[in-house]
């Protein structure tokens, strides 16, 4: 009976659809867990405050602790020790919470580990503030006061130490606090205010600083490679030079008029800033413009956290990065990434569809036939780097090289085709790429009937007719099969682009407003290599 039932096949059939059923259930587990892990990094946690005692030190003064919990975890004894914490003597197992304590220019460090068994009842102040700045991190404090010009025009009032009842009746105490209250909250519209004007005059800037002078000096540097092409031609025609340099001026004259934009917005956007007090007491001076976003978690709703959390990964998505790769969004990853796998699928879809149409259709099946299939496959299997290595040798320095001496001699000796750009990096995922779409195109074409080619031709329709009107429409979801897979590992590959045009910062993108409006020739940011950069350069 057991033997009956092996040959039948069906513990086979079960076999690999528990063995598919896993896998599923991995791939799945591993997406919910990249979701959780990473879309709660935009969730405005809650600030703690609580006091510490050196374990080293237990008789010392406890230190004022102001952050969100990062991490917690319980371990042992010889892992603390190992990190170079101190425990005292008779504790072998402890939690520890990392705390995100922000203020990195006041601080040195953004996360600190905290023994739990040494912090004292924890709190949720709700004056805490949380900053996202453009430089330095963020910054959690204590608000305090609102300045303009140096000048206090909003404050939050506390009371002194003992005040509270202090020769006053109930209704006193009632009517100080509510005087307080309408003050404090005076005081937080008033920071929120200048918060949103200061981010609103930093757009501009922005703005003014990408498109508006960015297409003046681009239209300047097209001038000047104009100019320095008659130069090489010879032409001696004072007409033509006279044109360029008028343009030119009226160019210079509207950069001055940008550039007098730009001060007047930075000059209003400095006049405002914020005084904050730090864990340890200290009060300190921020200056608004270089406040990205101003949140008080502690007294925000669910309705608002939620809000709040929308804003965040709009940010990130829509988002330039700054410091390094570590603040800010990831759009001009996100769009070189696109950029590049459309390129690369307008080069690779009709290469690879007629080459597998010819071996399939036209080509004389043989020994020859089998060696090209043959060096077909084997192409699929040779490391990405190596297609890096041969885009960088002969799309960059040949061909490039060759493109700049004859096209761009006025720009030279700045490579123009002669570097790293988009249009190398797409030819070169291209080439890697291929084998993938040949081999599903020829499969799919293989599969469909010889009755249906004989059908077609003796209906009378030409060879011609037959593939292109019969046959290539039926293989159409094979070739599309293998566009899709040669996009997800396009997309996907790193090491041949940090070769051929991928950079960590792009000043500007491949695709803008100027003319011919798609360049072709310009560096690009990748999201694969970004994440690479982000998690093991910056």
């Known amino acids: 009976m057991i033997t009956q039932w092996f040959k039948s096949g069906t513990p086979w059939i079960w076999l690999n659809a528990g063995a598919a059923s896993i896998c599923l259930v991995m791939v799945l587990g591993l997406i919910g867990l990249i979701t959780v892990r990473g879309l709660s990094h935009f969730w405005p946690e809650a600030i703690i405050e609580t006091t510490y005692t050196d374990p080293a030190d237990p008789d010392g003064e406890p230190v004022r602790l102001l ?3 990062h991490r917690s975890e319980t371990v042992t004894r010889a892992v603390l020790e190992d990190a170079g914490m101190d425990v005292p003597d008779g504790v072998e197992i402890v939690t520890r919470h990392m705390l995100k304590l922000g203020n990195r220019d006041f601080t040195t460090r953004d996360f600190a580990w905290f023994i739990e ?30 300045q303009q010009d140096g000048e206090t025009v909003a404050e939050v009032r506390r009371d002194a130490e003992g005040d509270a009842g202090g020769g006053r009746d109930a209704g006193e105490d009632r009517d100080a606090g509510e005087e307080r209250g309408a003050e404090s909250g005076h005081a937080w519209d008033e920071l929120f205010d200048r918060v949103d004007r200061a981010t609103q005059l930093r757009r501009d800037v922005s703005r003014i600083e990408r498109h508006e002078i ?10 000047r490679l104009q100019r320095r092409a008659l130069e090489l031609r010879g032409v001696e025609d004072p007409a033509e030079y006279e044109a360029i340099d008028a343009r030119l001026a009226e160019l210079q004259d509207e950069y001055e008029s940008l550039d007098a934009r730009r001060n007047d917005l930075r000059e209003r956007m400095g006049r405002d800033s914020m005084t904050a007090e730090l864990m340890d007491g200290r009060l300190v001076t921020i200056p608004l413009e270089t406040v990205v976003r101003a949140t008080r978690p502690n007294a925000m709703s ?15 998505v829509s988002g330039y990065p700054r410091e390094a790769n570590t603040e800010g969004g990831i759009f001009p990853a996100i769009f070189g990434t696109v950029a590049m796998v459309l390129v690369m699928s307008v080069i690779v879809t009709p290469i690879g569809v007629l080459a597998a149409i010819y071996l399939r259709e036209y080509a004389k099946q043989g020994p020859f036939t089998r060696l090209i ?6 192409l699929a299997g040779v490391p990405s780097i190596v297609f890096g290595v ?29 570097r790293g750009g988009l249009f190398w990096a797409s030819l070169t995922l291209a080439l890697l790429t291929l084998p993938v779409v040949i081999v599903s195109t020829e499969e799919g074409l293989t599969r469909i009937p010889r009755t249906v080619r004989d059908g077609s031709l003796a209906l009378g329709a030409t060879k011609a007719e037959t593939i292109w009107k019969v046959v290539v429409p039926m293989a159409a979801p094979a070739m599309m099969t293998g566009l ?3 996009v997800a590992r396009a997309a996907g590959e790193v090491a041949p682009l940090m070769l051929v045009g991928v950079v960590k910062l792009a000043p500007n993108l491949p695709i803008d407003g100027n ?24």
């Open 515 to 538: 003319p011919p409006y798609v360049h072709l020739d310009r560096s690009f940011m990748h999201l694969g290599f970004h994440i690479f950069d982000v998690g093991f350069q910056s």
């Open 214 to 223: 960015g297409a003046n000096s681009y239209q300047q540097e097209q001038l």
């Open 390 to 418: 041969f885009g960088l040798g002969f799309f960059i320095y040949f061909l490039g090289g060759s493109i700049d001496q004859l096209f761009y001699r006025e720009a030279l000796p700045a490579p123009t085709f002669g």
């Open 373 to 378: 299939r043959i060096c077909v496959n084997n």
């Open 67 to 69: 952050g969100s919990i």
């Open 117 to 146: 068994d040494f912090m004292s009842e924890r709190r949720h102040p709700d004056d805490a503030i949380v900053l996202e700045r453009t430089e330095w991190g963020d910054f959690i404090g204590y608000f305090r006061s609102v």
């Open 302 to 316: 669910t309705g608002d956290k939620l809000a709040e959390y929308g804003s965040r990964f709009r940010a990130f």
């Open 484 to 486: 899709i897979l040669a």
